[in-house]
Structures are given as C-alpha cells and as structure tokens.
C-alpha cells in the first residue's frame, strides 16, 4: 500500500498545496473543496497501480471535487473512474445528467468532461469509498457499452458480491508486496464482473474483430480521447497508434471517412455542447473554440456553421439559456445532426 494523502498529519493551511502536488502526480487535476470547521480526516491509500489505479478513501467530513474545462485541457487524461460507495453518499453532477450513489452502489466518471462530486459523511460522520481509475484503452476493451452508462448500479447483488469480494482480495494480496501478474489478472477479473453488475454484457459471444477492425477502434478512441489537443495531426495519430500513414488513409478509407470529417466531427459535437452547458455557457465563443482545439474563434465558427446551419452564437442564443444538453437533445433533435463536412 501507499499512502497517498493524509489530512492528520498536515496544518489546515497546507491542505490545499498539498492535494494539489499528489493529485498532479497520482490522477487528474481538479479542485479540492473540504468541509470548514476543521479539516476532519481524509485519507487516501493506494491499493493498485498498474494495470488499473486502486485507490481507498476514508473521510469523516464532506468533501467536494471539481474538474473543469481549465483542468481538462491543462491535464488531458482520458481516464474512466469507477467510485464504489462503501459508506456515506456521492453526489456526482455532470453536463448530461446528475446522480446520486448510495452506500452498497456504484458509478461511472469520465475525466474528460466537466463534473462536481461531493462525497457526504453518513449518521456516524464517516465516508468511505474505493476509486478505480481505468485507462481509457482499457476501459474501452472491457466496458465499450459501459461508456455512456450514468446511472449508479449495486454492487449487492450476486453479481456485486463478486466485486466485492475482488476488491477486497486487491486490498488484502496486493497491500503488501508487488505482484504484477496477479495485479493483471485481479483487475481483468473486476472489469469483467463490473460489466456483470450493469447488465452489459452480450448475451451470445462476441463477434471476433479482423486486425483492421481493431486497428480503426484505435484510431477513433485515440482520437476522441485528444479531441482538446490543437497539435493533434494524421501523423501524429499514425505514429502513436504504431502504423503507416498510408495505412491509416486507407482503414479510414475503406470506413468511408477520411481523418479530417472523423476530427472535426467529433471536435463539433463536443463544442456545440460546451457552448449550452452550464459548466461552460458563459464562456466566450473564443474561449469553446480553443479549449476544443480550434486555433481561432473564426476558424470553429465557419466550421460549426457549415456543420449545423447557425453560428455558435445563434446556436447558443437558441438553445443556451436554461436548457441543458438533454432538454436539447429531446425537444430539438434536429439540431444534433451535422451536416456532411468536406475534407
């Protein structure tokens, strides 16, 4: 085990440097908000590191968390985060939805959006919950279906049980000595029992991928996964997915997309919903189009206008007051739908 952060042994006063250094080192950037009143104490144990991040926290004051754009694009993770609430309550509020995960449940953060979480103290003044930080490749190979899933799930079921019982079997045999295969093994073992928890998993067996199938999820989860990164280029996906360039024209060709309609596309559909959502809608114009890579506010405003008929700011005059990203996407589904872009 590794003691990650211990508020006991720190002066109120250096809470909030000293949070900020792990976190730097350990997650993903965001904003530490402790209950006044006397900083209580908030410990974090690392259990895991590779090939997932195991982390348990104990607190016994409310503690609140925020990752915004600004973090986002200073700290571009890609990380999947699933938080198991063993006691207390955690309250997680993003641009699409909000939940609430009850001691004995579960849910899903992705890091590369906006979200508030507030973890609560239960009667007895204590919280305690398990973190565990999935990669996105990983994540992506066992829990694809898992990804737009926001809802909490239980974890006591007989399904849950078995979670349970990984993760406690990763406190117990991973504490106290390194052990890689067996890390390896115990973290495919969760994600493989998450999936059963959620209810995701196929119920006939998966169609095998070709080489090329599994080369293009690659690419198109590299890509999703730097959609903020305005350096992000066809060469420089080819190298980092470890083929040719020729090669990547060609699977995005015979995909019937070419690497530019997949970036911008993607790149849009993010924008359009930072220019109405509440985390973002009173940023500037400018502001959206460079925290989604756009080097200029004119260049994202002649594409967005190609791509959905308006400007960004009629789109956002329209559609930004008070609604949110769901309320937009039931009452105007029309406005959702790209048109084609040009290469």
């Known amino acids: 085990m590794k003691m990650l952060f211990d508020t006991a042994s720190l002066a109120s006063t250096d809470i909030g440097n000293a949070y900020a250094s792990m976190v730097s080192r350990e997650f993903y950037d965001g904003t530490l908000d402790i209950e006044p009143g006397g900083h209580g104490t908030l410990r974090m144990v690392k259990v895991m590191a590779n090939p997932i991040s195991v982390t348990h926290i104990s607190n016994s004051k409310r503690v609140g968390y925020e990752r915004t754009w600004a973090h986002i694009r200073n700290n571009k993770t890609g990380l999947r985060v699933i938080w198991f609430v063993q006691r207390g309550t955690l309250t997680i509020d993003r641009s699409q939805s909000a939940c609430t995960i009850q001691a004995g449940h579960a849910g899903i953060v992705d890091t590369s959006t906006p979200f508030r979480a507030n973890l609560k103290v239960d009667a007895e003044s204590k919280s305690e919950a398990i973190a565990v930080l999935v990669p996105s490749d990983i994540f992506q190979g066992y829990l694809h279906n898992a990804d737009q899933f926001f809802e909490p799930f239980s974890f006591q079921t007989h399904e849950g049980r078995v979670v349970e019982r990984l993760l406690s079997l990763m406190v117990d045999e991973l504490g106290n000595e390194n052990q890689p295969e067996l890390a390896k093994s115990l973290a495919g ?64 060709k ?54 959905y008929g308006c400007t960004p700011m009629e789109y956002r005059s329209k559609y930004g007051t008070e609604n949110n990203a769901s309320q937009v996407l039931v009452s105007h589904p029309e406005a959702l739908e790209p048109v084609a872009l040009s290469a």
């Open 254 to 307: 015979a995909n019937g997309t070419s690497f530019s309609e997949l970036l911008w596309k993607n790149r849009l559909s993010k924008a359009r919903d930072c220019l109405v959502s509440p985390w973002s809608r009173d940023d500037s114009v400018k502001t959206v189009a460079y925290m989604m890579g756009f080097k200029s506010a004119a260049h994202f405003s002649r594409m967005f206008k190609a791509s």
């Open 189 to 252: 073992s969760l994600l493989e029992a998450v999936l059963d928890c959620i209810g995701c998993r196929r119920k006939s067996p998966p169609r095998r991928y070709s080489v090329a199938e599994q080369r293009l999820a690659d690419i198109e989860n590299y890509i999703l996964m730097n959609l903020y990164d305005s350096d992000i280029s066809y060469f420089k996906v080819a190298e980092r997915c470890k083929i040719s360039p020729r090669y990547l024209g060609y699977l995005l």
